[in-house]
T-cell receptor
Framework: NAGVTQTPKFRILKIGQSMTLQCTQDMNHNYMYWYRQDPGMGLKLIYYSVGAGITDKGEVPNGYNVSRSTTEDFPLRLELAAPSQTSVYFC??????????????FGDGTRLSIL | GENVEQHPSTLSVQEGDSAVIKCTYSDSASNYFPWYKQELGKGPQLIIDIRSNVGEKKDQRIAVTLNKTAKHFSLHITETQPEDSAVYFCAASLANAGGTSYGKLTFGQGTILTVHP
């Protein structure tokens, strides 16, 4: 039972390069999220999606883009990498909740360094 | 928006002792409060959660209490073991005006718990 799978696990980018962080889940969850975790800090929401074709901004969306073409996949795109985007990125998913929150399941993260 | 404060930032206990981590939240409309455990190199894992219609919830050695009036909630771990050593995060979810929260979480800053054998 794979759950939430993130690739790659590690990546080093040069300033100005672009890349896509991949996230896929096999639990048929409608809701998916991207967070970033800076050293010594909690997780901050970048973008989220409530279903295929529907995405919205979280707390810290600047410099990122997302798409959701299928229920399973929710890639995060960095277009022009900046040192401030050095962080650990986590993808999560949960069942549709309506008015009742469902637990979020997290992947093991992508550790990204921008040099 | 919601703001979650978590204390202490580090906590060191002897094996067998109890550990308590406290969080406060700012928006009284928040209605869901999960706790996550994060081990080194791994993603956060849900260990317990509580909803606003409940004051306390327990699962073996772990318990969570919620005081809606004071807007704070706490994680209690009894009979701590070395394998409890990890970073613990609290979080809160604010229901949207339409009643659908979309599950968006606001996290506290984390507590590094070390249990010494």
């Amino acid at each position: 039972n794979a759950g939430v799978t993130q690739t790659p696990k590690f990546r080093i980018l040069k300033i100005g390069q672009s890349m896509t962080l991949q996230c896929t889940q096999d639990m048929n969850h409608n809701y998916m999220y991207w967070y970033r975790q800076d050293p010594g800090m909690g997780l901050k929401l970048i973008y989220y999606s409530v279903g295929a074709g529907i995405t919205d901004k979280g707390e810290v969306p600047n410099g990122y883009n997302v798409s959701r073409s299928t229920t399973e996949d929710f890639p995060l795109r960095l277009e022009l990498a900046a040192p401030s985007q050095t962080s650990v990125y986590f993808c999560a998913s949960s069942g549709a909740s309506g008015t009742r929150n469902q637990p979020q399941h997290f992947g093991d993260g992508t550790r990204l360094s921008i040099l | 928006g919601e703001n979650v404060e978590q204390h202490p930032s580090t906590l060191s206990v002897q094996e067998g002792d109890s550990a308590v981590i406290k969080c406060t939240y700012s928006d009284s409309a928040s209605n869901y409060f999960p706790w996550y455990k994060q081990e080194l190199g791994k993603g956060p894992q849900l260990i317990i959660d509580i909803r606003s219609n409940v004051g306390e919830k327990k699962d073996q050695r772990i318990a969570v209490t919620l005081n809606k009036t004071a807007k704070h909630f706490s994680l209690h771990i009894t009979e701590t073991q070395p394998e409890d050593s990890a970073v613990y995060f609290c979080a809160a979810s604010l229901a949207n005006a339409g009643g659908t929260s979309y599950g968006k979480l606001t996290f506290g800053q984390g507590t590094i718990l070390t249990v010494h054998p």
